[in-house]
Each structure stands twice: as structure tokens, then as C-alpha cells.
């Protein structure tokens, strides 16, 4: 019998890519929820590591002027074929609950999930795009039950 890990690829070589030392760019609304809010930018810097033959990704990102840092943690699920997004920031010190999704064809990655922020219950979207050896460009977008997506925070990735 076949294993669910030799009949279902890495979709797309995962977040190898997001291996080693990145730059990071980082525009946010000031309320997640309001696109009129307003856009702060500040720099960050994440390195990366892989394990389990690319199946596995953890980083640290650090925000210098915002006196705080994040882990990720992602893993590929072979029998679903998705990646699960965990995240982790220095102020809570606990896992948000992650999101899921897959990459697909033409290089684009889409997870979806659902969490809390401000009290009210929203559904997150995050978006990896535009990657390459050098580049990648990551996107957060928060929904209300049953209203439109809220893009809150655009990440510009860099090779450092």
C-alpha cells in the first residue's frame, strides 16, 4: 500500500523558499476591521529554518520599533495536501488559532481560518504571492460574517 506521503507532492516545494534571512517591509491599518484608519509602515526581519525534508517551516520575525517578534510555524498535512499557518507573537506568548490552505498552481498560496479580534469574531484570509529567490509578498485580511475582506497587513519580503 501507498503512503499519503509518496501519492501527494509538496504542492508548489512549500515555504522552502522562506528559508534563511529576510528583510521585511510591513504596512498595517491602525484597526484591522476599518480600511479608513490609516496605514502605519515599520521594518522587521525574520529568518527562517526547515525541517522534515521542507514539510516543516518555523520563523521568527522581529519588529524592532514596535517592541515585539512572532513565530510561525507551518506544517504540511500529506493527507489533506494543506499547510497549517500557526502564529505566535511575544505579547500573548500563546498560538493563534492557524489557517489552512494550499498552494496552488501558478505560485500563489491561500489560507483561510477564524479568530477573534476586538471581541468580535472574524474569518482571516492570509496570501502568499509574487515569490521568488529574493522576493515574497504576504497578505492578512480579516472578514465579519458574511461581509467583504479587509486587507490589514501587507508584508514586503527581501532576501537579506
Request: zero cysteines.
Amino acid at each position: 500500500m501507498t503512503s499519503p506521503q509518496t501519492t501527494r507532492p509538496v504542492t508548489t516545494s512549500g515555504f522552502s523558499f522562506l528559508h534563511g534571512a529576510w528583510h521585511v517591509r510591513n504596512r498595517r491599518l491602525a484597526d484591522f476591521l476599518d480600511p479608513d484608519s490609516g496605514w502605519e509602515e515599520f521594518e522587521g526581519h525574520t529568518t527562517g529554518l526547515l525541517f522534515r525534508d521542507g514539510r516543516a517551516h518555523v520563523d521568527e520575525i522581529v519588529f524592532p520599533s514596535k517592541g515585539f517578534s512572532g513565530l510561525t510555524l507551518r506544517l504540511y498535512e500529506p493527507e489533506t495536501d494543506e499547510w497549517t499557518l500557526n502564529w505566535s507573537d511575544s505579547r500573548m506568548g500563546r498560538l493563534d488559532p492557524p489557517v489552512r490552505g494550499r498552494w496552488s498552481g501558478d505560485g500563489t498560496g491561500e489560507f483561510h481560518g477564524v479568530d477573534v479580534y476586538a471581541g468580535r469574531n472574524v474569518r482571516v484570509r492570509f496570501r502568499w504571492s509574487d515569490v521568488s529567490a529574493s522576493t515574497a509578498r504576504w497578505e492578512q485580511a480579516f472578514a465579519l460574517d458574511g461581509g467583504p475582506w479587509v486587507t490589514n497587513w501587507v508584508m514586503e519580503f527581501s532576501r537579506a
